[in-house]
């Protein structure tokens, strides 16, 4: 398979329903995971990084019930 037969796909995927297009992003994501090289972090990202952790610092937390909702309804999107 050439990369234009995944251009080709991908073209044609964006006229199928929504739950597949989900599909298809849930799979090549975890796909992606298995070859992804080295991530380099953008200056905004950084400073977003920086932010998170002085909110962590501030005790300004999610509970760990609001963390297992969110996690629950992203595992059944991606189902």
């Given at each position: 398979?050439?990369?234009?037969?995944?251009?080709?796909?991908?073209?044609?995927?964006?006229?199928?329903?929504?739950?597949?297009?989900?599909?298809?992003i849930c799979?090549?994501?975890?796909?992606?995971?298995?070859?992804?090289?080295?991530?380099?972090?953008?200056?905004?990202?950084?400073?977003?990084?920086?932010?998170?952790?002085?909110?962590?610092?501030?005790?300004?937390?999610?509970?760990?019930?609001?963390?297992?909702?969110?996690?629950?309804?992203?595992?059944?999107?991606?189902?």
């Open positions: 398979m050439t990369k234009d037969d995944i251009a080709l796909v991908l073209e044609r995927a964006g006229a199928w329903p929504e739950e597949a297009r989900l599909r298809l799979a090549a994501l975890e796909i992606e995971k298995e070859y992804a090289e080295v991530y380099r972090l953008s200056g905004a990202e950084r400073a977003d990084l920086r932010e998170a952790a002085a909110e962590f610092d501030r005790g300004e937390v999610a509970s760990d019930e609001e963390v297992r909702g969110t996690f629950e309804q992203l595992r059944a999107e991606c189902e």
